[in-house]
């Protein structure tokens, strides 16, 4: 099993910028490939970055230039620096886990990001 804890959310001004953390415990796999995902109201739970176990690093290109994903393998965490932030980026953010041979999902609780105009 695998639980993840988010940190970080909160409100800020257009143009500002956040940085959320996930912390990651319990049977946590070097093979595995943490993200972040996010989700509107009213709307899906949309990919946003990711991370794999070699340190690659994928963006859905909303955010490409403005997110920076990062991940600290030693201590099971992901980070998300968000920079240049939109009013289109509010959504609660959900951490992610997968690892093989399954791939099964696990999701932290969310945090909301909040980006006014």
């Known amino acids: 099993q695998v639980q993840l804890v988010e940190s970080g959310g909160g409100w800020v001004q257009a143009g500002g910028s956040l940085r959320l953390s996930c912390a990651g415990s319990?049977?946590?796999?070097?093979?595995?490939?943490m993200g972040w995902y996010r989700q509107a109201p009213g709307k899906r739970r949309d990919w946003v970055a990711r991370?794999?176990?070699?340190?690659?690093?994928d963006y859905t290109e909303s955010v490409k230039g403005r997110f920076t994903i990062s991940r600290d393998f030693a201590n099971h965490m992901v980070y998300l620096q968000m920079n240049s932030l939109k009013p289109e980026d509010t959504a609660v953010y959900y951490c992610?886990?997968?690892?093989?041979?399954?791939?099964?999902?696990?999701w932290g609780q969310g945090t909301q990001i909040t980006v006014s105009s």
């Open positions: 319990g049977t946590i796999s070097r093979t595995s490939t």
């Open positions: 991370v794999t176990r070699n340190g690659t690093a």
């Open positions: 992610n886990y997968r690892a093989p041979p399954y791939w099964r999902d696990y």
